[in-house]
């Protein structure tokens, strides 16, 4: 009797000190997990976000970049970490895709995490080195089938937009190249500036300074339709890939059991951060959209990805590139 007594006195201790520490969250800095290179294009909408969800949250939202596999190392770390309300990790289409490009995935991106929110969408680009021999689309094409032996094709990895986006570009023109895989599209981008790589799909949120800067050529973006970042730049659809489309949306997630009010907070600290005009100002420039407000929420996320997963997996298992 005293035995139980003692128990239900400890249960319900414990249970009053997990709600306080629920109800004073956050109480010491927050870790973000990247699954990508620092200073590439999922990096650049963390740390913008963190930054102003520090505000908001009266603690430090600090980005941890874990690479490896397409950013599955990372989606795996995260679905293992205690749920705690203090790890959070944030990726892109390539929680969608992993299932269908690895044969052995130690995560399931529907059951192993909570959906915390949904963020940004980025448009992406086709680029080649500043001094690749072709000055338009057009040339750009028929060069790549000539010498389509020689031609190097960077990407960050399995998993990674870049490599979906170079997947579909080689089977719309109908050529097989050497992919070159970086941990990140940020190594990749200093590749191709350096000359070591020839041509690469990445993000806005990367390619528009170096675009502007004239430091890559740029042959069109993969969205429906033209962004308003880059006016002069036609679709890649629009120039004869017909029905390319590309989009990289990306989600905040958090290990599985992490208590629903901490994942309720941490949503208001995104959809907060996501109209603080530094924020707004940030992605404008770099040409990603801002989620609508009233989407932005844990079951949009969830049932978003559901609809990601069914619509990617035939087109890569179509594809026939896996890994173990
Ligand atoms: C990155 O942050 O490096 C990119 O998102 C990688 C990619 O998916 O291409």
Known sequence: MQ?????????????AAFAHAQGNWPTKPITLVVPFAAGGPTDVVARTLGAAMTKSLGQTVVVENKLGAGGTVAAAYVAKAQPDGYTFFIHHNGMATAPA??????????KDFEFVSQAVEVPMTFLARKDFPANNFQE?????????????????GLGAVSQLCGMMFQRAVGVQLTEVPFQGTAPAMNA???GQVDVL?????????QIKAGSVKLYGVTTKNRVKVLPNAPTLAEQGLKDFEVVVWHGIYAPKGTPK????????????????PDVIKRMDDLGA????????TPE???????????KWGPVIKAGGKFAD
């Not at 035995?3 to 249970?15: D, M, V």
């Open 3 to 15: 035995f139980k007594r003692t128990l239900f006195t400890l249960l319900a201790l414990g249970t």
């Open 101 to 110: 490009l690895y044969r052995k995935l130690s995560f399931d991106p529907l």
């Open 140 to 156: 750009m094409v028929t060069y790549i089938r000539a010498n389509k032996e020689k031609i190097n094709l960077a990407n960050a």
């Open 192 to 194: 191709l500036l350096g």
């Open 201 to 209: 799909c990445d993000q806005t949120t990367q390619t528009v300074p």
């Open 261 to 276: 009010p901490v994942v309720d907070r941490m949503n208001a600290a995104v959809r907060a951060a996501l109209k603080d």
């Open 289 to 296: 959209e801002i989620v609508p407000d009233a989407t932005n």
């Open 300 to 310: 949009a996320l969830h049932a978003w990805l559901k609809s990601e997963i069914d």
